[in-house]
């Protein structure tokens, strides 16, 4: 997504629960946020930025809103919360109850 001044606007943090592809380029992914729950969010040209979609990442949406329509929801931009590799090597991820 192209960078802009998104001071204004309100970042969500979420984590990527899954998601399909829709169309050649584009995904349909499921976001796990704490303001919204579960939320499915349309990305176009998703495979320009496929390592931000797999399973498990930790994003930041900007704007993160629903269409007027009532279906999918769209975003104006992403990007990491938190390094990738920084969450594999947490030790409470790996804990057993």
Known sequence: MPSSDTSQYLT???IVVGGVAFGD????VRLLT???GLV????ANATKNMAFW???AVLEMVDLRQRRSGGLWTFRE???GASQIAYRREPARSAVG
């Not at 380029?25 to 349909?28: F, G, I, L, T």
């Open 78 to 80: 992403c990007r990491r």
């Open 40 to 43: 499915p969010v349309w990305v």
């Open 25 to 28: 380029r584009s995904r349909v």
């Open 54 to 56: 797999h399973p498990m």
């Open 12 to 14: 969500s943090p979420s």
């Open 34 to 36: 704490k303001e919204h």
